[in-house]
């Protein structure tokens, strides 16, 4: 990766957004339950879908 | 004769009134004549599309239709693979991207008697909502020159606006269907996610990617939806669920359908250009009987940034040797888009995973219980000049692409069917969009309620002055 004056400014406002990110996915996440995976995403959608 | 629709030009090469020569032909004119200025093509296949129309036109002749869309040409984003026909995905990579198997979506639509023009113009890598491409040229805007085409299938609102082709297919990871339909003034659909097969595409994130059609009504929409929707065992993700025939249920009366209108998020700093395009449609599905009413939905924030954790570290997975081994190739913006990803920890994307699980159940459930659809507005402001939007530095163009797709990245993590269609015109004469949002897999109401209002208003009729 760069590492001349301007790439390490961008490198820094990378790990910035990084860290927002990962703080507002850390602070959302708090309460979820031991159950909820990933995949329950699409359970989800299933689930919504109208009945035929 | 490429001012018609995708369905008229079938019907009329059904009844033998026009060759799919002639169609073919007129098309290629069209693409000789404007791409220099539009930008809208990266490879052409004249002679094989030439051919094929010949071939298809025979079959007719001897009383063999191949399908729907005998005869009509069609135009694809350039990161669907399609035998004999190179894909860039809008990088200059001399090597180009391959990929063993054909595109799903492009095989059931060859399938149906459908012509391929060639591969459509796209932002790099499928990154950028702005149609702006450093190696094969800027997509123009056909209403408005120097103004932004949107972004990523760029190519793909530029070429059905301007009758370069009669229909496309686009991708969508956080809104490259439904802005470039925005700003070029004509349908997309993001369908659900699972909905449409996605094998054959170039992946961004293999959790918001979506492939969808392009064109100039929603008939038409409806009629690609039906051919590239179903099961498809290249893509695990896809859906067992029928899609059915929407298009046979267009007509059907929207009288009592429930649309909300969110009041918050969705029309938070839009400009009152755009506001008033959806309050005024609104107002007249309300007059066909729609019951209209405004709702508090559960604050598309939090999906935002769920959607940027999955996107930034499956798309720097996903394209890491091109940024590790030739971050040369890259524009700027792109390459700092993709490095985000490297930073993000396994346990932030896996609880952002499971976050997107709970957030679609709490929408789904909150939202759709007191309503069929949301009626929201498809990009806050209207097509902003190219210049201004892409001027530097990197992390400002950042912040402006973010902005430009705040309205249409929440639906790529909740997955559900956003249907993009015109809704006037500024007084500048740049297009105004509104989106129509579904349940689950029920892309049928929402075709219903925008074939409701594109027929009740006349902004189809209006074609750019190119």
């Known amino acids: ?52 | 004769m490429t001012e018609q629709t995708l369905s008229e030009l079938a019907a009329a090469i059904a009844a033998r009134k026009i060759s799919a020569l002639e169609a073919t032909d007129a098309c290629l004119e069209r693409i000789g004549r404007l791409n220099g200025r539009l930008h809208a093509f990266i490879t052409v296949d004249a002679e094989g599309a030439r051919a094929r129309a010949r071939a298809l036109d025979a079959d007719l002749a001897a009383g063999r239709r191949r399908g729907p869309l005998h005869g009509v040409p069609l135009a694809y984003k350039d990161l669907c693979h399609v035998p004999g026909l190179p894909t860039s995905c809008g990088t200059r990579t001399p090597e180009y991207f391959s990929s063993e198997i054909e595109c799903t979506a492009v095989a059931r639509l060859t399938a149906a008697g459908a012509i391929t023009l060639g591969k459509l113009n796209m932002t790099e890598l499928a990154l950028g909502p702005f149609g702006d491409n450093p190696h094969h040229g800027d997509v123009d805007n056909p209403w408005k020159a120097g103004h932004v085409s949107g972004g990523s299938s760029s190519g793909s609102g530029a070429a059905v606006a301007a009758a370069l082709a009669f229909g496309a297919l686009g991708s969508d990871t956080g809104g490259s269907i439904r802005l470039p339909a925005a700003c070029c003034g004509i349908v997309g659909l993001k369908p659900t996610y699972g909905r449409v097969s996605r094998a054959g595409a170039m992946p961004l994130s293999w959790s918001l990617d979506h492939l969808g059609p392009m064109t100039r009504s929603v008939r038409d929409t409806a009629l690609m939806l039906e051919i590239i929707a179903g099961h498809d065992p290249h893509d695990s993700t896809s859906s067992p669920h029928a899609v059915g025939t929407p298009s046979a249920a267009l007509d059907a009366p929207i009288r009592g359908l429930r649309l909300g209108l969110p009041e918050n998020y969705y029309f938070d700093g839009v400009t009152p250009e755009v506001r008033a395009a959806v309050e005024a449609a609104a107002t007249t599905l309300a007059s066909l009987g729609a019951r209209v009413e405004t709702l508090r939905i559960p604050d598309p924030a939090g999906l935002i940034d769920v959607a940027g954790i999955l996107a930034r570290s499956e798309s720097s997975t996903i394209h890491a040797r091109i940024v590790r081994d030739r971050p040369h190739e890259l524009g700027a913006a792109v390459r700092a888009r993709l490095e985000i990803g490297f930073h993000v920890s396994a346990h932030d994307y896996l609880q952002a995973g499971r976050l997107r699980a709970r957030l679609t159940r709490a929408f789904v459930d909150e939202v759709f219980g007191q309503v069929d659809a949301l009626l929201t507005p498809t990009i806050p402001e209207p097509a902003p000049a190219l210049a201004a939007a892409t001027a530097p530095p990197v992390d400002e163009i950042v912040r402006r692409m973010n902005r430009f797709s705040r309205l249409t990245r929440p639906f790529n993590a909740l997955g559900l069917p956003a249907l993009a269609l015109p809704a006037g015109f500024t007084a500048d004469g740049r297009p105004l969009s509104l989106s129509i949002i579904g349940r689950p897999f029920d892309e049928a109401t929402v075709l219903r309620l925008g074939h409701a209002w594109e027929q009740a208003s006349d902004w189809r009729a209006r074609r750019p002055p190119v």
């Open chain 1, 1 to 52: 990766m760069d590492s001349s004056p301007p790439g390490r400014a961008v490198q820094r406002e990378v790990q910035a957004d990084v860290a927002a990110l990962a703080g507002a996915i850390e602070r959302m996440a708090g309460d979820l339950a031991l159950g909820e995976e990933p995949s329950n995403f699409a359970v989800a959608l299933e689930a919504g879908a109208p009945r035929d």
